[in-house]
């Protein structure tokens, strides 16, 4: 009991939970109920744990003795617990893989030896996100399409097909949530556009990595098919960038990140055959807090030049897989999802749109700096990055949404911008 605990994964995360009618998961006298996940997807395990256990969830650094934690719970809580509680608690963690020890060692080194080896990066959300059944998918599809409500903006959508649009904003939320959003952005580029050789999609990448991108090499298992991955324009960016970063040193995060993958199975839905060139993009807190040094960075200006490059002789199409605010307590607010809150969050997002429609990348950064960020945009990074490859480029808002669900007492939002 004198030996030190191992620590809690940095992608262990966790959110309160409540049943639909608003009472708590698990009838317990200790207050909230957590959902502990992996946000790497790499174990698939989900633990719910009372208020009392997230004491020392969050408290295990690998620094602490299992006595030591037990002495600052009484001493906090003036409560008492038994080692055999906190014992339990640390081997349910051990069995989720959620400790950073050996047994997480074996099941990353067994995971990362088997993408490797894969010339396919299979598939992570079929079965899940969206149907396993082909024919089930495309009906679902078709039926999102079918339904979709008319543009917000109206005024260049029209009858006549057009060459394929040069940017694209789509939301990465499941199909449920975000359908009306998909449906609105994925049935103008079906009735309106052409299909383009080749389509980058920048994912949002919800994991923290080494450098600003990775970018993979690998075609996409969806339902039913592939999503095929154009490799020499990859390999060539990848060539281009090479002096600044090695952007396959993070490939492994694409085997679970969700984000590029929604977009390659509406891509191959619409626009069979068409290529894709996946490339995840972290988030860029620190240029929120100040954007003005954003263009001194190397590693975006490499890949703004290596991507920019493609369109001499070719027809890109550039999608920015991301959502906008994420607001609720299960995103650190200390505030009810109320009509009030949820208004408030929806004129900071059209504010932040108007900026990026208006083809102003900085000013879109600048926005988000006037607030400190505080409704928590996931995909300012893949939003940045597209407005700065295509600079002055007018985009039309077709509808902005937002996915309250009571019961996670989480609120997202999205939109969807097509940039001719």
Not at 14 to 39: C, M, Q, R, T, W
Not at 78 to 104: Q, T
Not at 261 to 269: G, P, R
Not at 389 to 418: N, T, W
Request: with cysteine.
């Amino acid at each position: 009991m004198l030996e030190v605990l191992p620590k809690v994964r940095l992608d262990v995360d966790a959110f309160p939970y409540k049943d639909a009618d608003g009472a708590l998961g698990i009838d317990s006298s200790e207050g909230a109920v957590y959902i502990l996940y992996d946000k790497s997807g790499m174990s698939e395990a989900q633990l719910m744990v009372s208020a009392s256990s997230m004491y020392f969830i969050t408290r295990m650094d690998g620094t602490k003795s299992l006595l030591a934690l037990r002495e600052e719970f009484e001493k906090d809580s003036e409560d008492e617990v038994r080692i055999a509680d906190i014992e339990d608690l640390v081997s349910d963690l051990d069995g989720a893989k959620f400790l950073d020890n050996h047994n997480f060692k074996d099941l990353y080194n067994n995971l990362l030896s088997e993408f490797t080896t894969n010339l396919l990066r299979e598939s992570a959300c079929s079965g899940s996100v969206y149907s396993s059944d082909v024919d089930v998918l495309r009906r679902e599809l078709d039926e999102i399409i079918e339904n979709a409500p008319k543009p917000e903006m109206e005024g260049r959508i029209g009858n006549v097909m057009r060459r394929a649009p040069r940017g694209v904003i789509a939301p990465h939320m499941d199909f449920a949530r975000a359908g009306k959003c998909y449906g609105q952005v994925y049935s103008e580029l079906l009735k309106h556009y052409n299909k383009p050789d080749v389509v980058v999609i920048l994912g949002t990448a919800h994991n923290s990595m080494k450098n600003r991108f990775a970018v993979c090499d690998k075609d996409f298992e969806l339902t039913g098919g592939v999503a095929k991955c154009h490799k020499e324009i990859t390999q060539g960016i990848l060539s281009a960038t090479s002096s600044v970063a090695d952007f396959k040193e993070d490939i492994f995060l694409h085997r679970s990140e969700h984000s590029i993958e929604l977009q390659a199975v509406w891509l191959e839905h619409i626009w069979p055959g068409v290529r894709i060139v996946p490339i995840l993009v972290g988030e860029m807190d620190e240029y929120i807090k100040n954007p003005a040094i954003i263009n001194e960075d190397e590693q975006i200006a490499s890949m703004i030049s290596a991507i920019t490059s493609i369109a001499d002789d070719t027809r890109v199409t550039v999608i920015a897989s991301a959502d906008l605010s994420h607001i609720g307590r299960r995103f650190g607010d200390d505030r009810d999802l109320d009509v009030g809150f949820i208004s408030e969050t929806e004129v900071a997002d059209r504010q932040y749109l108007n900026k990026v429609i208006k083809g102003d990348a900085l000013g879109a950064l600048g926005s988000l700096e006037a607030h400190g960020d505080k409704y928590h945009i996931c995909g300012t990074g893949c939003i940045y990055m597209l407005g700065a490859l295509l600079p002055d480029v007018k985009g039309q808002l077709l509808g902005y949404y937002q996915a309250v669900s009571d019961e996670l007492e989480q609120a997202v939002g999205c939109a969807g911008i097509i940039f001719e």
